[in-house]
């Protein structure tokens, strides 16, 4: 299965920041079959980077979409805006979103019918808690999440899952192999067992401390499809290193 490195900004980048990301798509060349390098700035920067992109093996996406399409909502971006400046996909319920603004599983499922119905791939994402860890859930929390967090209508349209243990973001703590090898094998077995063939071609990417010194035995375990990078993917040299080690 071609492999999907997708960095995801957070809150993080300038206008000053186009620079980096031209150093991105120099070094990604004419891409790869091996892999697909996206980027998901924040709002602001999404058209910008579209607009460099085009043209090129770079995909660009966003970092979270809401439920309509146009309406009175304040402050937030529809699933529609996003593919009109550009973007092709868009990541639903990272933890940071379920934690800072209550997102719930069914929340998060809305938001992906909604990057469907705008044509965009949604990336989206799972992650236990350290407690839950600890207290030896994490399997049937994060197949609850993947049961309830991806919509029905997700067996004909592609999308994509990422893995990412909240005590593993931004903590410099990776899973090791055993634990990432055993949830993504969860994940698979549940994506076959609701959606057949389709559920064996679905990406799940792993994320949480992906970085140059750790990608290549990360990409290596079975059914690890990718990676979804947070801190790593704000330097071209750190996200081009992990890109190479995917293809
Ligand atoms: P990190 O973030 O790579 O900085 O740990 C990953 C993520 O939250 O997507």
């Given amino acids: 299965m071609r492999k999907l490195i997708a960095g995801n900004w957070k809150m993080n980048g300038f206008t000053g920041s186009i620079a ?8 990604i060349g004419a891409g790869s079959d091996m892999a697909e ?17 085009g043209g090129t093996a770079m995909a660009v996406g966003a970092q ?36 800072d603004h209550g997102e719930s599983n069914e929340q998060v499922a809305a938001k992906a019918e909604a990057a469907f119905r705008a044509g965009l791939t949604p990336i989206i994402c799972l992650g236990e808690s350290l407690e839950t860890r600890e207290a030896g859930a994490t399997e049937a929390f994060v197949l609850g999440q993947l049961a309830a967090s991806v919509p029905e209508t997700a067996g004909v ?24 090898g055993e949830v993504h094998s969860a994940i698979r077995k549940a994506l076959i067992a609701r959606f057949d063939e389709h559920g064996a071609g679905v ?45």
């Avoid at 980096?20 to 070094?27: H, K, L, N, R, S």
């Avoid at 390098?37 to 607009?51: D, G, Q, R, Y």
């Avoid at 079975?222 to 947070?230: F, H, P, Q, R, T």
């Fill in 157 to 180: 349209r592609e999308f994509v899952i990422a893995y990412e243990p909240i005590w593993a973001i931004g903590t410099g703590l990776t899973a090791d192999a055993g634990q990432i």
């Fill in 203 to 247: 990406r799940i990417l792993y994320g949480g401390s992906m970085k140059p010194g750790n990608a290549a035995e990360i990409l290596g375990i079975e059914n690890v499809d990718g990676g979804l990078i947070g801190g790593a993917s704000l330097k071209a040299a750190d996200f081009l290193a992990i890109y190479a080690a995917a293809v």
């Fill in 64 to 99: 979270d979409c809401h439920t309509e399409s146009a309406g009175a909502h304040t402050g937030d971006v529809s699933a529609e805006m996003l593919a009109d400046a550009g973007a092709g996909y868009v990541i639903v319920g990272h933890s940071e979103r379920r934690a």
């Fill in 37 to 53: 390098a996206l980027i998901c700035p924040p709002f602001t920067l999404v058209s910008a980077l579209a607009t460099r992109a």
């Fill in 20 to 27: 980096e990301f031209d150093a991105m798509i120099a070094g």
